[in-house]
Protein backbone atom coordinates (compact mmCIF):
# COMPACT_ATOMS: atom_id res chain seq x y z
CA UNK A 1 0.00 0.00 0.00
CA UNK A 2 2.49 2.43 1.16
CA UNK A 3 4.46 1.51 -2.15
CA UNK A 4 1.14 2.54 -4.52
CA UNK A 5 0.92 5.61 -2.22
CA UNK A 6 4.39 6.84 -2.91
CA UNK A 7 3.81 5.77 -6.82
CA UNK A 8 1.10 7.94 -6.91
CA UNK A 9 2.36 10.57 -5.05
CA UNK A 10 5.66 10.94 -7.88
CA UNK A 11 3.25 10.06 -10.59
CA UNK A 12 0.94 13.20 -9.73
CA UNK A 13 3.93 15.68 -8.92
CA UNK A 14 5.89 14.37 -11.78
CA UNK A 15 3.00 15.68 -14.37
CA UNK A 16 2.16 19.05 -12.50
CA UNK A 17 5.13 20.44 -11.17
CA UNK A 18 6.87 21.48 -14.95
CA UNK A 19 5.10 24.58 -15.02
CA UNK A 20 3.66 24.50 -18.60
CA UNK A 21 1.06 26.66 -20.82
CA UNK A 22 -1.63 25.43 -18.05
CA UNK A 23 0.31 26.41 -15.19
CA UNK A 24 0.95 30.00 -16.75
CA UNK A 25 -3.05 30.28 -17.39
CA UNK A 26 -3.46 29.24 -14.08
CA UNK A 27 -1.28 31.87 -12.55
CA UNK A 28 -2.46 34.37 -14.71
CA UNK A 29 -6.32 34.15 -14.48
CA UNK A 30 -5.43 33.59 -10.15
CA UNK A 31 -4.01 36.96 -10.26
CA UNK A 32 -6.75 38.49 -12.37
CA UNK A 33 -9.65 37.19 -10.47
CA UNK A 34 -9.64 36.01 -7.46
CA UNK A 35 -7.90 32.81 -5.47
CA UNK A 36 -11.27 31.10 -5.46
CA UNK A 37 -11.78 31.52 -8.81
CA UNK A 38 -7.90 30.10 -9.43
CA UNK A 39 -8.78 27.15 -6.70
CA UNK A 40 -11.69 26.17 -9.03
CA UNK A 41 -9.51 26.42 -12.22
CA UNK A 42 -6.52 23.82 -10.46
CA UNK A 43 -9.37 21.47 -8.99
CA UNK A 44 -10.31 21.02 -12.77
CA UNK A 45 -6.92 20.25 -13.77
CA UNK A 46 -6.89 17.85 -10.69
CA UNK A 47 -9.65 16.42 -11.77
CA UNK A 48 -8.68 15.57 -15.59
CA UNK A 49 -5.66 13.95 -13.65
CA UNK A 50 -7.00 11.93 -11.47
CA UNK A 51 -9.39 11.04 -14.03
CA UNK A 52 -6.69 9.83 -16.46
CA UNK A 53 -5.00 8.03 -13.83
CA UNK A 54 -8.27 6.09 -12.93
CA UNK A 55 -8.37 5.18 -16.76
CA UNK A 56 -4.69 4.58 -17.18
CA UNK A 57 -5.01 1.55 -13.74
CA UNK A 58 -8.11 0.39 -15.49
CA UNK A 59 -6.77 0.58 -19.32
CA UNK A 60 -3.07 -0.01 -19.34
CA UNK A 61 -1.40 -0.72 -22.46
CA UNK A 62 -4.44 -0.98 -23.89
CA UNK A 63 -5.32 2.55 -23.28
CA UNK A 64 -2.04 3.96 -24.56
CA UNK A 65 -2.26 1.66 -27.81
CA UNK A 66 -5.76 3.32 -28.39
CA UNK A 67 -4.64 6.72 -28.25
CA UNK A 68 -1.49 6.49 -29.88
CA UNK A 69 -2.82 6.70 -34.25
CA UNK A 70 -4.66 9.94 -32.75
CA UNK A 71 -1.33 11.86 -30.98
CA UNK A 72 -1.10 13.61 -33.79
CA UNK A 73 -3.90 15.19 -34.19
CA UNK A 74 -4.66 15.62 -30.70
CA UNK A 75 -1.29 17.51 -30.37
CA UNK A 76 -2.50 19.89 -33.18
CA UNK A 77 -5.59 20.32 -31.18
CA UNK A 78 -4.25 21.07 -28.11
CA UNK A 79 -1.97 23.96 -29.71
CA UNK A 80 -5.19 24.70 -31.81
CA UNK A 81 -6.57 25.22 -27.83
CA UNK A 82 -3.05 26.95 -26.70
CA UNK A 83 -3.35 29.33 -29.57
CA UNK A 84 -6.98 30.45 -29.48
CA UNK A 85 -6.01 30.82 -25.52
CA UNK A 86 -2.96 33.50 -26.17
CA UNK A 87 -4.70 35.49 -28.41
CA UNK A 88 -7.83 35.73 -26.10
CA UNK A 89 -6.24 36.48 -22.79
CA UNK A 90 -4.41 39.38 -25.25
CA UNK A 91 -7.38 40.69 -26.54
CA UNK A 92 -9.53 40.71 -23.38
CA UNK A 93 -6.83 42.40 -21.78
CA UNK A 94 -6.34 45.19 -23.83
CA UNK A 95 -10.27 45.71 -23.78
CA UNK A 96 -10.06 45.60 -20.01
CA UNK A 97 -7.57 48.11 -20.33
CA UNK A 98 -9.32 50.84 -22.12
CA UNK A 99 -12.39 50.28 -20.15
CA UNK A 100 -10.73 50.88 -17.12
CA UNK A 101 -8.94 53.78 -18.42
CA UNK A 102 -12.73 55.02 -19.08
CA UNK A 103 -13.96 53.84 -16.05
CA UNK A 104 -14.20 56.22 -12.75
CA UNK A 105 -13.27 53.15 -10.74
CA UNK A 106 -10.17 51.35 -12.31
CA UNK A 107 -10.84 48.37 -10.54
CA UNK A 108 -14.34 47.78 -12.50
CA UNK A 109 -12.26 45.56 -15.17
CA UNK A 110 -10.31 44.03 -12.63
CA UNK A 111 -12.35 40.60 -12.88
CA UNK A 112 -12.56 38.53 -15.68
CA UNK A 113 -16.11 37.58 -15.05
CA UNK A 114 -15.39 33.83 -13.97
CA UNK A 115 -17.27 32.05 -11.49
CA UNK A 116 -15.20 28.92 -9.97
CA UNK A 117 -17.49 26.52 -11.55
CA UNK A 118 -16.81 28.08 -15.22
CA UNK A 119 -12.55 27.94 -14.16
CA UNK A 120 -12.98 24.48 -13.34
CA UNK A 121 -14.62 23.45 -16.59
CA UNK A 122 -12.50 25.51 -18.83
CA UNK A 123 -9.62 24.23 -17.12
CA UNK A 124 -10.51 20.61 -17.12
CA UNK A 125 -11.70 20.98 -20.52
CA UNK A 126 -7.96 22.12 -21.30
CA UNK A 127 -6.15 19.41 -19.89
CA UNK A 128 -8.48 16.28 -21.29
CA UNK A 129 -7.01 17.28 -24.79
CA UNK A 130 -3.48 16.59 -23.65
CA UNK A 131 -2.61 12.77 -25.00
CA UNK A 132 0.82 13.28 -23.16
CA UNK A 133 -0.56 13.11 -19.33
CA UNK A 134 -2.62 9.60 -20.35
CA UNK A 135 0.36 8.23 -21.91
CA UNK A 136 2.13 9.43 -19.34
CA UNK A 137 0.21 7.45 -16.69
CA UNK A 138 -0.51 4.72 -18.63
CA UNK A 139 3.13 4.08 -19.16
CA UNK A 140 3.86 4.34 -15.09
CA UNK A 141 1.18 1.92 -14.86
CA UNK A 142 2.57 -0.30 -16.90
CA UNK A 143 5.90 -0.05 -15.15
CA UNK A 144 4.40 -0.56 -11.59
CA UNK A 145 2.19 -2.88 -12.73
CA UNK A 146 2.88 -5.78 -10.05
CA UNK A 147 2.43 -3.08 -7.32
CA UNK A 148 -0.82 -2.02 -8.49
CA UNK A 149 -1.88 -5.51 -9.49
CA UNK A 150 -4.82 -5.43 -5.97
CA UNK A 151 -7.96 -3.13 -5.99
CA UNK A 152 -6.54 -1.37 -2.69
CA UNK A 153 -3.33 -0.34 -4.16
CA UNK A 154 -4.77 0.88 -7.45
CA UNK A 155 -7.57 2.98 -5.48
CA UNK A 156 -4.28 4.03 -3.45
CA UNK A 157 -2.49 5.31 -6.32
CA UNK A 158 -4.96 7.27 -8.18
CA UNK A 159 -6.28 8.66 -4.62
CA UNK A 160 -2.56 9.79 -4.11
CA UNK A 161 -2.17 10.96 -7.60
CA UNK A 162 -4.93 13.56 -7.46
CA UNK A 163 -3.89 14.70 -4.02
CA UNK A 164 -0.17 15.19 -5.66
CA UNK A 165 -1.61 16.97 -8.60
CA UNK A 166 -4.43 19.01 -6.69
CA UNK A 167 -1.85 20.53 -3.94
CA UNK A 168 0.84 21.90 -6.58
CA UNK A 169 -1.98 23.57 -8.97
CA UNK A 170 -3.47 24.79 -5.37
CA UNK A 171 0.02 26.13 -4.63
CA UNK A 172 0.09 27.69 -8.31
CA UNK A 173 -2.80 29.51 -7.63
CA UNK A 174 -1.98 30.85 -4.61
CA UNK A 175 0.96 32.17 -6.36
CA UNK A 176 -1.20 33.84 -8.86
CA UNK A 177 -3.34 35.36 -6.24
CA UNK A 178 -0.53 36.75 -4.36
CA UNK A 179 1.11 38.30 -7.78
CA UNK A 180 -2.37 39.74 -7.91
CA UNK A 181 -1.97 41.62 -5.49
CA UNK A 182 0.89 43.36 -6.61
CA UNK A 183 -0.68 43.79 -10.15
CA UNK A 184 -3.93 45.51 -9.45
CA UNK A 185 -3.38 48.67 -11.59
CA UNK A 186 -5.06 48.60 -15.47
CA UNK A 187 -0.98 48.82 -16.32
CA UNK A 188 -0.22 45.93 -14.14
CA UNK A 189 -2.77 43.71 -15.37
CA UNK A 190 -1.97 44.72 -18.88
CA UNK A 191 1.52 43.62 -18.64
CA UNK A 192 0.89 40.50 -16.82
CA UNK A 193 -2.09 39.34 -19.27
CA UNK A 194 0.58 39.86 -22.24
CA UNK A 195 3.90 38.12 -20.98
CA UNK A 196 1.09 35.43 -20.00
CA UNK A 197 -0.03 35.46 -23.34
CA UNK A 198 3.39 35.07 -24.65
CA UNK A 199 4.40 31.70 -22.76
CA UNK A 200 1.47 30.35 -23.94
CA UNK A 201 2.10 31.05 -27.26
CA UNK A 202 5.46 29.75 -27.34
CA UNK A 203 4.58 26.93 -25.48
CA UNK A 204 1.90 25.99 -28.53
CA UNK A 205 4.69 26.38 -31.33
CA UNK A 206 6.96 24.24 -28.71
CA UNK A 207 4.74 21.49 -28.46
CA UNK A 208 4.43 21.61 -32.45
CA UNK A 209 7.89 21.42 -33.00
CA UNK A 210 8.72 19.17 -31.14
CA UNK A 211 5.70 16.95 -30.49
CA UNK A 212 5.98 17.06 -26.57
CA UNK A 213 3.35 18.21 -24.16
Known sequence: MTAAVVAGLLAGYGIAIPVGAVGAYLVALTARTSLTVGAG??????AV?????????????ALAGAIEPYAVPLRWASAAVLLVMAAAGAITAVRRHRAAADAADPDDGRADRVTPIAAFLRFAGITVINPMTVVYFAALVIGSGAQLAGGAEAVAFVV?????????????AGGGALLGRYVTGPRGRLVTAFVSSAVILALAVRMVVTGGG
Do not use: I
Not at 49 to 61: E, I, W
Not at 160 to 172: D, G, I, R, T
Open 41 to 46: AALGVA
Open 49 to 61: DGGYAVAAVLGGA
Open 160 to 172: AAFAASASWQLLL
